[in-house]
């Protein structure tokens, strides 16, 4: 059977007003993409009765985005706000009393209080919905009983439906049960992942008219996706780097404390003179750091002179500025030219502390200078601090690598094309690498260009090892739709025993993209995560930076809250189409009196890769929906994905 989509509610007052206190909600979403299925939904809510029930009704009854398993965890107790059973059981159409004798028994096993536990489970449509206990251990306990030899995938095959056949055979051929992991113990330890229970795309090996004439992974929504990308990934290691212009782009792994004061002594804040407070206006002599030592005290009837920043020398205490002195005389140098200033006369006299910048003024030793998880950018403020401050290396997150590479027969590359097989026919310049690259580049990370891939088994293999040897994500494009020659997804499961996550979203341009997650032992996590994108140019642009950029910024630690491209509200300045799919219109935005203004690039079909050249907007336009209106008119507003640096 296909993947099931599961929805995780955790309910806790505690998590719902502070998520990292929810661990439960994690374990399930964590078991369940070990097994083979994909976690489409996740939230957090309060012990409140009306909140988890609506919830619970709005996911069974969400026909575009449906969910196959619901999972509570938390307030099946005797707590006096535990009233998950409550909220639940009078949804549930058909009750499913041996579930819960089975998760009771299976707790049982552990500890008698597990008799205080009160489950719930049953149907509501064709949506199965069980409630399991808030520990850690208990959710771990009984999800092992419930995806024991095949039982819940058999269950959410006969809800939807089906007979049951392929879970039975599948329990007949011993294929049942927990996924086995096989440990070989040589020196490098590999650890090799099993194959997926499921496996969703065509048998390459199999003739033409035997492949898929309807996609086999469903379409899930944008806002779907874009969870799945987040929860799924997880940031990269920690790693000490040389505080230097390149850590731009990095991500704080540690609080930065100032080491010690700044400035040090004292210093001054304007270009002047040295002196003692109680020095009156008259003529001094000129001392610099070539003629006098800064230990040493400041000679009566002398003056230092000092430049901004500078530190002042042992017997003064305030600085005149320059502006209020006048030049008397110069010493002369060998050729009796005027080389240095010898005497000045002093204007006025200056009070105690003028001028000078105190020890510690700008920081203090201790001082909390940068917090953990704050991006380094390269407007280089964030580096400049560290510089600052007298940090030679400091704890970031790593950045990731990626690998990027275009298939298609059909593909020539502009800098060194190699002719196709003459057939009247001279092929198309790839565009995609080219354009990918220079994103990623202009961006800061390092890129490796794995080049354009035939459509063969053997050679998408290779490039695929290639790129998992050498980067932490594989970007590719094109082979990710219904063509015979399209390998991606055949490859990845059938080779790799990768995890398709999805392979389409309900958006336009670019449905047909992937998201993968391959089993590796070179990985931090075990796994490296793979984008198989559109081949039309704009598709492939435009969820590069729908898709591809949160999750290169999770993986390179950055706040949950950053990892998206800023969104804004503007002003339409031409009317745009409507599409039963979100769609995303490649638009100049412009910051004016009024407010942000954004134009249309022109023509939007996919392949127009033209429609982002100048293009530092998406505007994200709502689905067009039944009896409602088929355009937004210009003067119209809507949320804007910004890509570029704003025009004025």
């Known amino acids: 059977m296909s993947a099931i989509r599961v929805g995780v509610i955790t309910v806790s007052d505690t998590a719902s007003v502070d998520a990292a206190a929810d661990r439960s909600g994690p374990t ?122 095949g039982f819940i995938e058999h269950a959410i095959d006969l809800i939807k439906g089906g007979t049951g056949k392929q879970v039975h055979a599948a329990m007949g051929s011993g294929h049942g049960g927990a996924p086995h992991h096989h440990h070989h113990h040589h020196h490098h330890h590999d650890h090799h992942v099993p194959q997926p229970r499921s496996i969703l795309s065509h048998d390459p090996s199999l003739p033409v008219y035997a492949r898929h004439r309807v996609s086999p992974y469903s379409q899930i929504s944008l806002e779907d996706a874009l969870n799945m990308i987040v929860n799924e990934i997880q940031p990269l290691r920690v790693v000490s780097l040389p505080v230097t212009p390149a850590l731009a782009g990095n991500v704080l792994g540690e609080d930065v404390y100032a080491p010690q004061n700044v400035p040090s002594s004292k210093t001054t804040s304007v270009d002047g003179y040295a002196l003692r407070s109680s020095d009156p206006p008259g003529t001094y002599r000129v001392l610099t750091s070539r003629t006098h030592a800064l230990t040493d005290v400041l000679p009566e009837g002398s003056i230092f002179r000092i430049n901004t920043g500078g530190p002042l020398p042992a017997g003064t205490d305030t600085v005149i500025m320059v502006e209020d002195t006048e030049l008397l005389s110069t010493a002369k140098d060998a050729n009796g030219q005027d080389a240095e200033e010898k005497e000045v006369k002093t204007l006025v006299q200056v009070p105690p502390n003028d001028n000078i910048r105190e020890p510690g003024s700008d920081v203090h030793k201790g001082d909390l200078v940068l917090q953990r998880g704050e991006v380094l950018t390269s407007l280089g403020g964030e580096v400049g601090t560290l510089t600052f401050v007298g940090r030679k290396e400091v704890k970031v997150h790593r950045k990731p690598v990626i690998a990027i590479l275009s298939t298609g027969n059909e593909l020539l590359d502009l800098q060194s094309p190699n002719p196709l097989p003459s057939d009247g026919w001279g092929g198309i310049w790839d565009t995609n690498r080219p354009s990918l690259r220079a994103a990623l580049e202009g961006m800061g990370y390092n890129v490796v260009d794995l080049g354009i891939v035939a459509d063969d088994i053997n050679a998408h293999v290779k490039a695929i090892k290639q790129g998992l040897d050498s980067a932490d994500l594989l970007l590719t494009t094109g082979g990710t739709s219904m063509g015979a020659s399209d390998l991606l997804k055949p490859v990845v499961e059938r080779q790799f025993g990768g995890t398709i996550h999805f392979g389409r979203v309900s958006m336009k341009p670019g449905k047909p993209t992937t998201f993968a ?98 293009a530092n907007g998406l505007v994200q336009l709502p689905t067009k929906r039944e009896g409602g209106p088929d355009r937004l008119e210009s003067g119209s507003y809507a949320n804007a994905v910004i890509i570029g640096e704003l025009q004025m």
């Open 517 to 614: 997650s391959i089993p590796t032992a070179q990985g931090e996590h075990e796994r490296k995560f793979m984008f198989a994108l559109p081949g039309n140019p704009a598709s492939a642009l435009v969820t590069f930076y729908v898709f591809v950029i949160p999750a290169l910024r999770k993986l390179g630690g950055w706040p949950s809250e950053r990892c998206h491209l800023p969104r804004v509200r503007v002003k339409l300045g031409d009317a745009m189409r409507l599409d039963s799919r979100v769609e995303f219109h490649r638009v100049i935005v412009k910051a004016g009196e009024e407010g942000l203004r954004a134009t249309s690039t022109g023509g939007q079909r996919s392949s127009r890769v033209a429609s982002l050249s100048g």
């Open 28 to 149: 399930i979403q964590e078991i369940v993409r070990q097994r083979g299925h994909g976690c489409v939904r996740s939230t957090i809510l309060p012990d409140d009765e009306q909140q988890i029930r609506e919830t619970v009704k709005n996911w069974c009854n969400d026909v575009e985005n449906t969910v196959d398993w619901i999972i509570s965890t938390g307030g099946t107790g005797f707590g006096v706000r535990d009233r998950t059973p409550e909220a639940i059981a009078p949804l549930l159409e058909r009750e499913a009393a041996g579930i819960v004798h089975l998760l009771l028994a299976e707790s049982l096993k552990r500890t008698p209080l597990a008799a205080l536990s009160r489950p719930v489970a049953g149907t509501v449509g064709n949506t199965l919905v069980v409630t399991l206990p808030g520990s850690v251990k208990a959710v771990k306990e009984n999800l092992e009983a419930l995806f024991a030899n």
